[in-house]
C-alpha cells in the first residue's frame, strides 16, 4: 500500500519512497480577484484547498523566517485527489498546497504563482507500508525500489533541473 504524508506510529512497516517539495500557489485569475497573501496567517482569509490525502486536518504547518508557524485555513472544496485540487487552483478557485512537480510547468510559464517562497512547507514523502509478518513479494520490493532508485538520482542530465528530484529519499 502507498500511504503520503508522515506516517503517523502504526503497526506496518513503511519505507520512506522519496520526499517531494510542496508549493503553495494559485493562480493569477484568483490573485487578481483576492489579493496575494504576504504572510501565512493571511491564508485564514482566503479560499484553500485541502488535500485529505496528505493533510486530514485544517491547519497547515510552515517554517520561515520568523520560525514555524500553524495556520488554521478553511475553504469549500476538499478532495482526496492532487489531480482535482490541482485543476480547480488552476481554475482560480482557490490556494493549493501541491507537490512541486504537479505545477513545475506552470509555474515556469505564468500561469501559476508561487506564493510565500520565503516560508516552507513540510514535503509529503509517499511511503510503501506493510504488515511485519508479511514482508514484500520480490516483485513488490521491485515496485518499491525503483521509484526509491528513480527519484534518488537524476536518470538523465534533463532531469536534474526537474524540481521534484532535488530531494533524495
Known amino acids: 500500500v502507498l500511504r503520503y504524508g508522515e506516517q503517523p506510529d502504526s503497526a506496518l512497516v513503511g519505507r520512506r519512497i522519496c520526499a517531494f517539495p510542496q508549493v503553495l500557489c ?3 485569475a484568483y490573485i487578481a480577484e483576492r489579493g496575494t497573501p504576504t504572510r501565512p496567517e493571511q ?9 485529505l490525502t496528505s493533510m486530514r486536518d485544517t491547519r497547515w ?8 508557524v500553524t495556520v ?3 475553504g469549500r472544496l476538499s478532495a482526496n485527489s492532487t489531480v482535482l485540487l490541482r485543476e480547480a487552483m488552476l481554475a482560480g478557485y482557490g490556494i493549493g498546497i501541491m507537490p512541486d512537480y504537479t505545477v513545475a510547468r506552470e509555474i515556469a510559464a505564468a500561469t501559476v504563482r508561487t506564493l510565500l517562497p520565503e516560508w516552507h512547507l ?6 510503501a507500508v506493510y504488515p511485519p509478518e508479511r514482508p514484500p513479494t520480490p516483485k513488490a520490493r521491485l515496485v518499491v525500489d525503483f521509484p526509491v532508485a528513480r527519484f534518488a538520482a537524476p536518470a538523465r542530465p534533463e532531469d536534474a533541473s526537474t ?3 532535488n530531494t533524495p529519499a
Open 43 to 51: 491564508l485564514a482569509d482566503h479560499e484553500c484547498l485541502r488535500n
Open 61 to 68: 504547518r510552515f517554517e520561515g523566517p520568523d520560525g514555524p
Open 26 to 28: 494559485a493562480s493569477p
Open 122 to 127: 513540510p514535503p509529503q514523502p509517499p511511503h
Open 72 to 74: 488554521e485555513v478553511r
Open 163 to 165: 524540481p521534484a528530484r
